[in-house]
């Protein structure tokens, strides 16, 4: 670039400090701190991941998207793990996603990465800069991030100077000297001037390179470079205006023109420019094309800056940008930048980028359009289980024009289906009621209408009524291949069951998946699901297993990381219900990798199941462990329905450690209803689990609360044909009434219990119970009721318990897991071996972020050797990746201050 002058004692500096973590270039606009960031790195042959920000970028999902992008263009597969959770419907907090990035980013290469973003400054959101600040709490050994900024970035800049880990440089460094005034302009201009002259330039612009940029492009065109510059007067911002409006005029009207119009886009491609820049009336005169005006902007110098190596996007100088702003509104009228915002909008959505088609829409003061653009475009974003940016979406429209348009309102109906917001959905239908009432309504609109009123039928536990609904949906949704006919039909085949026509339910999702293009992938996901569901309800463990096994087959082919997670989930309830403790916690274990993708009311299910199979399974620390995870988790998601999952599995394992006592006090004083979306297929039902607790009292009050609570719940079960849960509630019941003396109603109870759960092989409804149930069996077994299942259960439980339960309580004993040849590691805290003075000494290296070359020489010993030793610490501390090993190693104390 001409006019581009080498900073020696800059670049020095920064290249000094290129293994430091981070580097803040911090000054005002125009002081050349990207043109010295580029600079240093092309000097030193670096290749970075570079992000160039923008306003939009404060939401953290899409600036997190754009980090690891650029990531992505160095290294293809970087970042797998956090590109997972960018895929979840609600992020993990910037706690997670720095510790995950920070795996990532550290397997990366053995090589130094430099991410630099530039105008961090535009960035509002204290997520982020929590994010960083965490990200930095112990930085990736190869991350070298710079912050290219106006201001100071609100992290912990301090602690990271007083570690020796921040390079700063500043506006008072980035000035130009009177030396570097002179050799540019020297650069770009033939003509020498005074040193007064040079003396007055110095004091009118301060050092301000965009402003000398400026004097330079003007003095190609002056007669007397002498005294135009002599004549600059007003300081550097009413320089820098006179300066902008001279280079302007000077350019050839086309590409003045172009200029202006496209002053409104904050970054542009060639066929952007196109679609958006027009000669006079005339939308289809162009007398540019968008290559040759990037062209000659760029061979101008007038302050186009690229977004990337492959030269397809750039921006405006945000200084320049400005300029051409108030240029655009003196010469053309609102009318006329108003169409200049829906030109852009159109192509924005051409090209499937809906946010800023969106933005431009309402820039051109056209909300209508916004809404349009919306409700053209949220089907596919339903399909890749996207809602989240639907969500995001609605939030840009204004308040009032939700209310009045009864798509978008069945819009924020499906997202509130994705959280399971049943009562949400109900005030939206009235809504949406009341604004069709006495009008037309569009098929598919009342299609969706349809839906909705079925879905709150089902989750009433009126079977007929939601089968009707769905019927009519369907009829209008037919053909619609996407999530609305997909969602439709796994909840008619639900509502098939609720009305006892299982088979009738299953054979026509079965003819429907025969049906499906492979290539529907969301749609058959939804019919797969649809049948493993109806499965699991109906209490046959077996075929539900295959189903979630069939699932997973389509989840591998459409890539989407929910039908995985529901894959995953499906097959852990199998697996826990069969008494397959290991297999379950290995399968929970990998939904709750996949907590924040899979819908909320799932993961937390999923969380407490992986809580209940740890501790079946005898892993007390780690049912400890995931028990807190579900804590955090819920309290994040911060709904009520959640929190009181959660704390119903607390009580639940304190149930199986025999602590009656925390177990008795909250079951006396919550209020669980039982209703057919508490019940379903969970399994942390909170009506269920207060019931568990009242019987653990054991006194003729609780008991008869307790009785009552499971009629109740079982009212509610039979309604819904919810045999799975029935087969829970006769388990619970036949031991609440065995505690109050009625012998033939206990059996009766578990006469039924065994007739539903025998086919399918039920176990952990039973060992759960402990020495209350291990009682029952055997008096059943005595009367020869079921004789093989019961011998099957029995030989579940341990041979010799650590500890006979009184006869009062219902704790389960520990447990005998059906084998399945799966490993789960010990609940114990592990002993940590102390480490030799070499490895002390190689893990004192390594939280200075030295590579394996750099410790084996300042060690005096062999590469391999460093990697057997970084081999014995991870064994040593438990850890397996260098990040946990320093946190380990500051927890124990070994690493010395630095």
Known sequence: ????????????????????????????????????????????????????????????????????????????????????????????????????LCNDLDAVAAEPLVVVLDDYHLISNPEIHELLDKLLLYPPRPLHLVLVTRNDPPISLSALRAKGWLTEIRQGDLRFTKAEVKAVLGEMVSTSVSEATLDHLEKQIEGWIVGLHLAGLILRSQSDPEAFLSGLKGGFQQVYDYLSEQVLAGQPAEVRDCLLQTSVLNRFCSSLVEAVCVSGNDSNAKSISGDEFIAKAQLANLFVVPLDSGGEWFRYHHLFQDLLKRQLKRHHSESDIAALHSRASTWFESQSLITDSIEHALAAGDVVGAVEIIERCRRDEFNADRWYAVKRWLEMLPANIKRQRPKLLLTEAWIANCRFQVARITVIVEEVDALLRDQTVEPTVQG????????????????????????????????????????????????????????????????????TDPAEGQLLSRLVAGSAFAHLISGDLQRARLEAQRLHLVASRISIRNTEAWASYMQATTCLHAGEFDAASSHFAEVAKLRYVLEPRAAVDALAGLALSQQLGQFEAEADETAELLQEFTRDLNERQYLSVAQACHVRLALLRGDGAQALQWARAANEVAMPSTLFFWLEAPPMTQARGLITAGSKQDLASATESLSAIRAVNESGRFTYQTIEAAALQAVALDMQGSTEDTFDSLDEAFGLAEPGRWVRPFVELGQPMTSLLQRARLDNVSIEYVDRLLRAFPKNPKAEASKSSIQAPVVQSVPTGADVKSGTEPYVEPLTNRELETLQLLAERLYDKEIAKTLSISVWTVRTHVKHIFEKLHVTKRREAFVKAEELGLLKES
């Open 1 to 100: 670039m001409q006019g581009l002058v080498t900073r020696p004692r800059l670049l020095e500096l920064l290249q000094r400090n290129a293994r430091r973590p981070l580097t803040v270039v911090s000054a005002r606009a125009g002081y050349g701190k990207t043109t010295l960031v580029s600079q240093w790195l092309q000097d030193a042959e670096v290749e970075p991941a570079w992000l160039q920000l923008s306003e939009a970028d404060s939401e953290l999902r899409d600036f997190l998207s754009g980090f690891v992008a650029a990531v992505q263009v160095r290294f293809s597969d970087a970042c797998s793990d956090t590109s997972v959770l960018l895929d979840a419907a609600q992020l993990p907090p910037p706690s997670l996603l720095a510790e995950t």
């Open 448 to 515: 969706e209408l349809s839906f909705f009123r079925g879905f709150l039928e089902y989750w009433e536990g009126h079977a007929g009524l939601s089968q009707q609904h769905f019927e009519e949906a369907l009829s209008r949704l037919s053909g619609d291949g996407g999530p609305y006919e997909g969602e439709a039909e796994l909840l008619y085949g639900l509502a098939l069951c609720m009305d006892g026509q299982q088979d009738s339910a299953v054979q026509r999702l079965e003819d429907r998946i025969d049906r």
